[in-house]
């Protein structure tokens, strides 16, 4: 409260790269100010302020400036950062259910991907995240993640043997294990200096962050495969989320929900103008056929998705309209 008793919060947020405050918010922390994440954070900062007349507000902190993905979940649950937007394959890490998220070819299309974030799965998401000790309040879109090499790739084959940066975690290293490569775990920060000393052939990326980091310089060859459509969850500790006054609750659900069907809908819309921009520089684009890609990742499902719930989810997922 402030001096006249009127009841005023900053939030602090974490996202791979945004936000902090006396209500602390952080986004992932590898993404750079303006890009298609921090823009729905910031969504969701006006309308947070719009429906509680300025009583609360967030804090924006991008490109990692309150530290790296899984510090800044784990920070939620201690209570010091009050909100972040991890990557789902780190997020997935504290909430198994999330890890359906990370396999290959999961969604047909932008709709059909639309259609389960909004619906009954984000219902079970968040049940499954509220019984680990957060409140999910949307989920991001952070692109579909396309392959960027050294080299042409034209088909599945040319990936044999190539040294192939992943994100660390065990499906995507597993999937690019499948497509034939040599999948290298490696932090994001380290990804342009090892494509430029040559330590990894390539990596896995949407457009907003080739485009945005500049990996075009070091890896001018882009291959849509879209293998993934990467996710983000819009989280915080549901202790925070309880110690709040319910008008505020329910503006962060209402504020949550809407910018993320925002954002998702930017990200969606941006893709064509920024693969025009990725063109301007000379990037050799390739279409490789993506069935021999998902050919490769169907073994995975069985390998990897062993629990009964897990296998449930998926199989919502895979007969959503």
Same mark, same amino acid.
Not at 40 to 64: H, M, Y
Not at 253 to 261: F, V
């Given at each position: ?21 006396r209500v602390l918010v ?47 979940v784990q920070s939620v ?179 949550? &929900?809407?910018? =993320?069907?925002?954002?998702?809908? %930017?990200?969606?819309?941006? !893709?064509?103008? #920024? +693969?025009?921009? @990725? ?16 050919? &490769?990742?169907? =073994?995975?499902?069985?390998?990897? %998705?062993?629990?009964?719930? !897990?296998?449930? #989810? +998926?199989?919502? @997922?895979?007969?959503?309209?």
């Open positions: 409260m402030d001096r006249s008793g009127v009841w005023h919060r900053t939030f602090s947020w974490h996202t791979t790269g945004r936000l902090r405050g952080q986004g992932r922390p590898y993404e750079r100010a303006g890009e298609i994440q921090d823009q729905g954070v910031l969504q969701f900062k006006s309308r947070l302020e719009e429906l509680t007349n300025g009583r609360a507000t967030l804090e924006n902190f991008p490109n990692g400036q309150l530290g790296a993905e899984l510090p800044a649950l201690l209570g010091t950062v009050d909100m972040t937007v991890p990557g789902n394959a780190a997020f997935s890490n504290f909430v198994p259910h999330f890890r359906v998220f990370d396999f290959p070819f999961l969604f047909r299309d932008p709709a059909h991907f639309e259609g389960v974030v909004s619906g009954a799965v984000f219902e079970e998401l968040r049940t499954a995240a509220a019984a680990r000790g957060f409140r999910l309040l949307g989920i991001f879109n952070s692109g579909t993640r396309h392959i960027m090499t050294k080299s042409p790739v034209n088909s599945i084959s040319d990936l044999k043997n190539k040294k192939i940066r992943t994100v660390q975690n065990p499906i995507h290293v597993e999937a690019f294990k499948a497509f034939g490569a040599n999948a290298t775990p490696l932090a994001y920060n380290e990804l342009y200096g090892a494509l430029q000393a040559g330590v990894v052939d390539g990596a896995d990326a949407a457009n907003t962050n080739y485009w945005a980091q500049k990996f075009y310089e070091v890896a001018p060859n882009w291959a849509l495969v879209s293998w993934l459509i990467y996710t983000a969850p819009v989280v915080m500790s549901e202790k925070t989320f309880q110690g709040l006054p319910k008008d505020i609750q329910a503006a962060l659900e209402k504020a949550g &929900a809407e910018s =993320a069907t925002w954002q998702r809908q %930017l990200a969606v819309k941006s !893709e064509g103008p #920024l +693969l025009e921009q @990725i063109k301007a520089k000379g990037v050799q684009v390739t279409a490789p056929d993506r069935e021999p890609f998902r050919k &490769a990742s169907e =073994a995975l499902y069985d390998k990897m %998705l062993t629990k009964p719930e !897990e296998k449930s #989810l +998926l199989a919502t @997922i895979q007969h959503a309209q």
